[in-house]
């Protein structure tokens, strides 16, 4: 039945149906005519010597013409489509894109592989159009249908295969609604699918890997420990059996150290160490084999950042309390000119990109033992337990636009206020005299926490060091941003606020110029999954079905019930033409 | 009577000024009047002369011939008549069609006839078909005098014929006016009407609606006469059976008429005027 309500139009034409056949009933409705004699009109009268009456169709063929031309019209404005056989289905083609595709057997690469049966493919049963579908971490469909092999080719440069991981499921799951479920889809991969039964009928997983020993870097860091840096370096040996592979790791300029590493099939070894925080950058590379991608990383110094803290308490107990506590952070910068952060007792001025942390409570008389409120979820309340403590506060409310992040009862410990320039300012319901809490780790974990959270909203990046495919972020000021990637690739920002998180599809040294300030960050292609090729295999699962082969289209078939409709309409005016010359 | 019949007559009458009745040579008998017979007569023209016969008026013995050869001959004089005209006029009420003119031109054709028959010193009885045949009031006057012109008979002329036939006189002109659209054999009144007639003209009258099939479209057509009615949707191929229908009519009347020596011409009630030529093909009617 079709759906007259969703098609207004067709409602409409439908509506001129009755209004014909009105205009026919009132046109053709009898006259009566007196005649001189029925006897000329003698053809009429039945005979009623037997046989059937006949009787004469009351309405000429002009109406049926124009009724059905009103029907069909109406047919058309529902948009009307059907189903043509279409000898070959359009192809959508998953591409592995993770790095392990890049591992090579006798100098070739798994996607090199992939690529030639691609070609094969195209010459031998070229689609009628072609989609190509990158799956890494998560799929991504390569611009629009193509026709050719020459388009496909053309778009194939993408397909870098740097990706940490392949999301070939969520990629099928794409495809099959990209092609509607009516297109064959054809997995480019180098392993086996999870389930090797494939039930999907459209659907071909085709695999160019081939197992392999191989050892890799699968986990690096470097972070900050003390005034050194500790390294972490994780060598796994993905291999069937006991295997040996050297590794080399240079820091600086510095020779580079070499270390033989023998580890057992499918063993993981880590090495620790640490290494001044003045140089510049460790390089660690294991000796060559199947897939080299995994064998380098590159990790920079950490990022330290320090706060630049004013402490203008008036009180020398607090005074001293507060520097104490800040020393015992190691967050604070060794100068307080231009301040970052200003601690006070009372609403000093403070400078213009500084927070501030009004110290109140001073006199206070009432001491909380508990139990006391903490919103978890803030930056400040990470790790304070605040347990078997006492904290002397003053009763005040909490005041306007504050957000209590410790409460005991309805009296706020401290709260978060953030101006309209996005500074942010705290307030301290704090007496030490009275209480206990600054003899319990629960208030350096709170200045802690305030410097920690200051240093993230400092601009620049958050880290030196991340994994292929992991965002780095970095907070941005109003100038703009300028991204070079290790190959060659810029990509420019201009006058972002706020924060960017800054892709990584390729592993290596990316460089960050905000203004005039320029900082980078190594990328490491690391990821264990990707680096295990011991289940990689060379084989084909699942299969066009034949009757695949040929298939149903939807198409317009408004262009039949128009030419169908017209041609009525010349029937029409052929036979109006006719019966006028005729009378 | 309707004032419009009565113009009508009027008018045919003014018409029928113009013509004459064109008189056959056999229709030349009838009462003594004053035109010359085709049998020997009383009047003053000399026709011939022949051997008296027992039962011969002896005032028309030529006795001059007796006494030279001793033969009684008698001198035969052309006799003068008065010819005669019939005009049988269609009553049914066919003939007064609604919405078209067939009831004037009956009575225009009628008065016309009557004036060109007074014209050829014909008289002249007008029979309408009713109830039997019956003489219309004053139909021996001038038609403008005429009386009682009604189409409002159910029966055909046929039907009032065989209640009351009309009194023809022999060798007249007998002129029969009607639409001829009933069902039947015509040739069975035609040879009633031609029987003891000096000529028998047959006009059939019919009115434009008659003769050309209507409009397309639906129609309840109602028998003026009957009161019967049938639906017909009207397109060409309908229209082509009814001139078909109305042909073979007329052929069976021509050949009726063709069988008893009659004459017959068709005319259209709204083009009379234009249609007076017919009568004249005919040998109906002559100028003046």
């Avoid at chain 1, 090199?112 to 159009?129: G, I, M, V, Y």
């Avoid at chain 1, 160019?208 to 860091?221: E, L, R, T, W, Y």
């Avoid at chain 2, 052929?251 to 259209?268: E, L, P």
Wanted: aromatic share 6%.
């Amino acid at each position: 039945m079709i759906p007259f309500l969703t098609y207004p139009l067709a409602l409409l034409a439908l509506a001129t149906v009755p209004a014909l056949a009105a205009i026919y009933i009132l046109r053709n409705r009898f006259r009566r005519k007196q005649v001189s004699s029925l006897l000329l009109w003698r053809f009429q009268v039945q005979s009623k010597a037997g046989g059937a009456k006949v009787h004469r169709l009351q309405l000429p063929l002009i109406f049926f013409l124009e009724l059905l031309t009103l029907l069909l019209l109406v047919i058309a404005a529902t948009g009307p489509h059907w189903q043509l056989p279409q000898s070959q289905r359009p192809l959508i083609v998953v591409l592995d894109d993770s790095f392990s595709m890049r591992a090579t057997k006798d100098g070739i690469s798994a996607q090199t592989r992939a690529h030639e049966f691609l070609q094969k493919l195209f010459r031998q049963q070229p689609p009628p159009n072609t989609r190509l579908v990158l799956a890494g971490t998560e799929p991504r469909s390569l611009g629009s249908a193509v026709k050719n092999w020459r388009e496909v080719d053309a778009l194939l440069p993408q397909w870098k295969c740097w990706s940490p991981g392949a999301a070939i499921d969520s990629a099928i799951t794409l495809a099959t609604e990209l092609g509607k479920q009516q297109a064959n889809i054809l997995v480019l991969t180098d392993h086996k699918p999870a389930d090797e039964k494939i039930s999907n009928p459209r659907l071909e997983w085709h695999a160019f890997g081939s197992p392999q020993d191989n050892f890799a870097i699968v986990n690096a860091s470097r972070t900050v420990f003390g005034e050194q840096d500790r390294c972490l370096l994780e060598v796994a040996n993905f291999s069937s059996g006991s295997r040996s592979t050297k590794l080399l790791v240079q820091t600086g300029s510095n020779a580079p150290q070499s270390s033989l590493i023998t580890l057992g099939a499918h063993e993981n070894q880590r090495l620790v160490f640490n290494i001044a925080s003045s140089a510049p950058s460790l390089h660690a590379v294991l000796e060559k084999d199947s897939l080299a991608e995994d064998n380098e990383v590159q990790l920079l110094p950490p990022i330290r950042k320090h706060v630049r803290v004013q402490v203008a308490l008036t009180n020398e107990n607090s005074s001293t309390l507060v520097s104490r506590t800040l020393d015992a952070t190691g967050l604070r910068a060794a100068i307080s000119d231009n301040p970052e952060l200003v601690i006070h007792e009372t609403d000093a001025v403070t400078s213009s990109n500084s927070w501030s942390l009004r110290w109140s409570g001073e006199g206070a008389t009432n001491a909380y033992t508990g139990p006391f409120i903490l919103d978890n979820s803030h930056p400040l309340a990470a790790g304070v337990a605040l347990e078997g403590i006492v904290w002397a506060a003053a009763s005040a409310t909490n005041s306007p636009g504050d957000v209590p992040v410790i409460l005991a009862g309805n009296v706020p410990l401290l709260t978060v206020r953030e101006d309209v320039s996005g500074r942010r300012h705290l307030t301290l319901n704090f007496n030490p005299a009275l209480s206990t809490l600054q003899n319990t780790p629960d208030l350096p974990i709170i200045f802690w926490n305030i410097l920690q959270w200051r240093i993230a909203e400092m601009p620049g990046l958050k880290e030196s060091n991340a994994r292929l495919g992991a965002e780095v972020t970095l907070k941005t000021t109003d100038e703009a941003v300028t991204i070079t990637q290790p190959d060659g690739e810029k990509k420019f920002f201009p006058k972002t606020g706020g924060e960017l998180a800054l892709e990584t599809p390729v592993p290596g040294i990316y460089s960050v110029a905000m203004g005039a300030v320029t900082n980078q960050f190594s990328v490491n292609a690391i990821a264990a999954d990707e680096s295990d090729l011991s289940a990689n295999l060379t084989s084909q699962w699942g299969k066009w079905s034949e009757d695949t082969q040929r298939r149903l289209e939807e198409a317009s078939a408004i262009w039949i019930f128009g030419l169908l409709a017209a041609a009525l309409l010349a029937t029409h005016l052929y036979l109006v033409t006719k019966s006028k010359g005729s009378s | 009577m309707e004032p419009a019949i009565r113009q009508a007559l009027r008018d045919g009458e003014q018409l029928g000024a113009r013509y004459a009745l064109q008189i056959p040579q056999v229709a030349a008998s009838g009462i003594i009047g004053s035109r010359a017979g085709r049998r020997a007569g009383s009047s003053i023209d000399f026709q011939d002369y022949r051997e008296y016969q027992p039962g011969d008026d002896l005032r028309f013995i030529d006795w001059g011939i007796y006494a030279r050869t001793d033969r009684l001959t008698v001198k035969l004089f052309r006799e003068e008549v008065t010819p005669h005209l019939d005009l049988i006029l269609d009553g049914s009420r066919s003939m007064n069609l609604a919405d078209t003119a067939k009831a004037n031109a009956v009575a225009q054709l009628a008065a016309l006839l009557a004036a060109a028959a007074a014209n050829a010193q014909c008289s002249q009885a007008i029979w309408l078909s009713g109830e039997g045949f019956q003489r219309l009031p004053n139909d021996t006057l001038s038609p403008a005098a005429w009386d009682k012109i009604d189409f409002s008979s159910l029966r055909t002329p046929e039907q009032s014929y065989e209640i009351l036939p009309p009194k023809f006189r022999r060798l007249g002109v007998r002129v029969l006016v009607s639409d001829l659209l009933w069902p039947g054999e015509p040739l069975q009144i035609l040879r009633r009407l031609r029987e003891g007639a000096a000529a028998l003209f047959v006009v059939q009258l019919l009115a434009r609606d008659d003769a050309t099939p209507p409009e397309h479209g639906n129609l309840r057509v109602v028998d003026s006469e009957t009161g019967a009615e049938t639906e017909i949707y009207i397109d060409s191929s309908i229209a082509k059976q009814y001139a078909e229908n109305l042909a073979s009519l007329q052929q069976s009347w021509s050949d009726a008429c063709r069988q008893c020596g009659a004459q017959m011409t068709t005319i259209i009630a709204e083009d009379l005027e234009i249609s007076l030529k017919e009568l004249e093909s005919i040998q109906l009617l002559t100028p003046a």
